[in-house]
T-cell receptor, first 107, second 119 residues
Framework: DIQMTQSPSSLSASVGDRVTITCRASQSISVYVNWYQQKAGKAPKLLIYAASILQSGVPSRFTGSGSGTDFTLTISSLQPEDSTTYYC?????????FGQGTKVDIK | QVHLVQSGSESKKPGASVVVSCKASGDTFNKNAISWVRQAPGQGLQWMGWVNTKTGNPTYAQDFTGRFVFSWDTSVTTTFMQISNLKTEDTAVYYCARTVSGYYFFDYWGQGTMITVSS
């Protein structure tokens, strides 16, 4: 199975800061990475698919990049509503696995 | 607009069975599929498997073989997840999610169903 390792597991940043979350795959997976945001008590929400394609309706401050084994989700200017948990997920081969999550807090 | 609406929370004793439904609307579901994802309390997301909504064929992740059964009823565009011989460690929120072929991402999610297993 392909493992997805996210880092950091948590971070604290100020409103307006640039925030980067990293996901590393245990083998090369081209651009088969997707990113989700999950708020407490809610279903996850798709932010980015195919490593860099912004899902319709998602604010442009969210960007994704990477290919092969290393991927990043960047929030260009952190907003209060972005304080929550983020997950990466690979779609390269079954079983599709998620990273362990990154909790983002506002300082 | 695609909507996935799941059945309500359940509380069961160990050894019992449970069925969770996920009613889909707003899509023909000919090209996509529906996955099930588990989230134990305070934990991350775990993909359990999926149902091909064109053929009805299920695929299970290794941790979810044996006691878990996924099915799809085209007549009511609903997918079902049955868990038998429930264990306390099955306590979790279970989500269904539309799975888009190609890059295999989950773009629409049900609201989640909490299953609590306790004696």
């Amino acid at each position: 199975d392909i493992q997805m390792t996210q880092s950091p597991s948590s971070l604290s940043a100020s409103v307006g800061d640039r925030v980067t979350i990293t996901c590393r795959a245990s083998q090369s997976i081209s651009v088969y990475v997707n990113w989700y945001q999950q708020k407490a008590g809610k279903a996850p929400k798709l932010l980015i698919y195919a490593a860099s394609i912004l899902q319709s309706g998602v604010p442009s401050r969210f960007t994704g990049s990477g290919s092969g084994t290393d991927f990043t989700l960047t929030i260009s200017s952190l907003q209060p509503e972005d304080s929550t948990t983020y997950y990466c997920q690979h779609g390269y081969s079954v079983p599709w696995t998620f990273g362990q999550g990154t909790k983002v807090d506002i300082k | 607009q695609v909507h996935l609406v799941q059945s309500g929370s359940e509380s069961k004793k160990p050894g019992a069975s449970v069925v969770v439904s996920c009613k889909a609307s707003g899509d023909t579901f000919n090209k996509n599929a529906i996955s099930w994802v588990r989230q134990a309390p305070g934990q991350g997301l775990q993909w359990m498997g999926w149902v091909n909504t064109k053929t009805g064929n299920p695929t299970y992740a290794q941790d979810f073989t044996g006691r878990f059964v996924f099915s799809w009823d085209t007549s009511v565009t609903t997918t079902f997840m049955q868990i038998s011989n429930l264990k306390t460690e099955d306590t979790a929120v279970y989500y269904c999610a539309r799975t888009v072929s190609g890059y295999y991402f989950f773009d629409y999610w049900g609201q989640g169903t909490m299953i609590t297993v306790s004696s």
